[in-house]
């Protein structure tokens, strides 16, 4: 079992940054790729970021990137999700979630090949 809580949501002007955190435990994630997740109200949950076990492959919607850098400190157990220059449009319920697949070397970018979840932070970007 993996738990995941999401951490660093808030409300940010547009143009502002936020950086979010993916904490597990229960269990290493160093093995594992990680992803993040959005879903804003009345939309379908989207990807946004992937990244490899040993962070040497990282993956980004094409609207988030050069935008969004994800990240991870395996001796930490964390993941991380650098948010910059906000549009508007990224509000949503950000997840970050767990593929217990190991050491893939292309993480997964659709959600049905994730195993475990964080319950969510919300972003909210006015403008």
């Known amino acids: 079992q993996v738990q995941l809580v999401e951490s660093g949501g808030g409300l940010v002007q547009a143009g502002g940054s936020l950086r979010l955190s993916c904490a597990a435990s229960?269990?290493?994630?160093?093995?594992?790729?990680m992803g993040w997740f959005r879903q804003a109200p009345g939309k379908e949950r989207e990807f946004v970021a992937a990244?490899?076990?040993?962070?040497?492959?990282?993956y980004y919607a094409a609207s988030v990137k050069g935008r969004f850098t994800i990240s991870r400190d395996n001796a930490k157990n964390l993941v991380y999700l650098q948010m910059n220059s906000l549009k508007p449009e990224d509000t949503a319920e950000y997840y970050c979630a767990a593929d217990l697949a190991p050491r893939v070397s292309v993480p997964p970018t659709r959600g049905s090949e994730y195993d475990y979840w964080g319950q969510g932070t919300q972003v909210t970007v006015s403008s």
């Open positions: 990244i490899t076990w040993n962070g040497d492959n990282t």
């Open positions: 229960g269990r290493t994630i160093s093995n594992y790729a």
